[in-house]
């Protein structure tokens, strides 16, 4: 911290909107960043599985910390009956992906106005299985975002290097890249509704953890570079979550780190108990 900033963290359980928010001074302007813990189910779980999933996790909900903001991505075909499960709770249900275009002949696709009609609120885009297995580049993603937020939806924008791209000292060049060629052509009232992801390639199901210093760093130069198109106020109210092998025994010191605020977790949100003890690592 630089001399003469205030920072005062405190947690406050602000229930305006459902959402909760750490509450944190910095050159006394208020800065509200939201701690989430949020599953990604992938294409895991039949909808009977899922259904009891979801319930489990409502089950548990008593035993989070009021100021994490949990949410559920399960796959298309079990959003509604998920979303029944988690009603009246303060979960919020999230999509995987939406289509890039508003609708109409785009057989097999899922528009983002379909999504926001059964309660949606966020959408998970850009993740590295979609870019790496259905070839989405940084302009389906623009497409996405710009449908998502069209339609009331906040997207949580996935971005991470690749092994290879992390070996050759690269991923700071391709995370930045990342950002600019899709959160670059925003409004700041836009960024303003991103959740941002960062997930290493290499860490994701593979039971390899970014260390902390690993993930604090990239988060940290995420933030600058948010920082440097949209302002220092935007970039410290973005919520930037940690994604690959996170699990219960990884996820308090991932946390702890000052520019990580959450997890997008995808093995371990398959179990209530992981999933929760996640969350509770706050
Ligand atoms: P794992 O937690 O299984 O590594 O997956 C992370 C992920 O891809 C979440 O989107």
């Given amino acids: 911290m630089k001399v003469g900033q205030v920072r005062l963290r405190r947690f406050a359980n602000t229930v305006a909107n459902g959402y909760f928010c750490s509450v944190i001074k910095f050159n006394n302007s208020p800065i509200m960043r939201k701690k989430i813990v949020a599953g990604n189910w992938k294409m895991?779980?039949?909808v009977p599985e899922g259904k009891e999933l979801a319930e489990a996790i409502v089950a548990k909900?008593?035993?989070?910390?009021?100021?994490?903001?949990?949410?559920?991505?399960?796959?298309?075909?079990?959003l509604c009956c998920a979303g029944k499960a988690i009603k009246g709770t303060s979960i919020a249900l999230s999509a995987q992906n939406c289509a890039d275009q508003p609708k109409g002949a785009f057989t097999g696709e899922v528009s983002a106005a379909m999504l926001k009609s059964i309660d949606c609120t966020y959408v998970i885009l850009g993740h590295s299985e979609r870019r790496q297995y259905y070839g989405e580049t940084s302009a389906t993603l623009v497409a996405k975002i710009?449908?998502?937020?069209?339609?009331?939806?906040?997207?949580?924008?996935?971005?991470?290097?690749k092994l290879e791209e992390?070996?050759?000292?690269?991923?700071?060049?391709?995370?930045?890249?990342q950002?600019?060629?899709?959160?670059?052509?925003?409004?700041?009232?836009?960024?303003?509704?991103?959740?941002?992801a960062y997930e290493p390639v290499w860490a994701i199901g593979t039971g390899k953890t970014a260390t902390s210093e690993q993930a604090q760093e990239i988060h940290a130069f995420v933030r600058k570079t948010i920082a440097a198109k949209f302002g220092q106020q935007i970039a410290d109210d973005c919520s930037i979550l940690y994604g690959g092998s996170c699990k219960p025994s990884n996820a308090k010191e991932l946390f702890a780190q000052k520019d990580i605020d959450g997890g997008l977790i995808g093995g371990a949100s398959l179990k209530a108990d992981d999933f929760v003890a996640i969350a509770q690592s706050y």
């Fill in 146 to 161: 710009g449908l998502a937020l069209e339609n009331g939806l906040k997207p949580i924008y996935c971005i991470g290097e």
């Fill in 179 to 196: 950002i600019e060629e899709v959160l670059y052509t925003l409004t700041p009232e836009q960024m303003s509704q991103i959740v941002v």
């Fill in 44 to 46: 895991n779980t039949t």
């Fill in 61 to 78: 909900l008593s035993t989070v910390p009021s100021d994490v903001q949990l949410i559920i991505a399960p796959p298309f075909t079990h």
């Fill in 166 to 177: 992390r070996e050759a000292g690269h991923h700071f060049d391709v995370v930045k890249a």
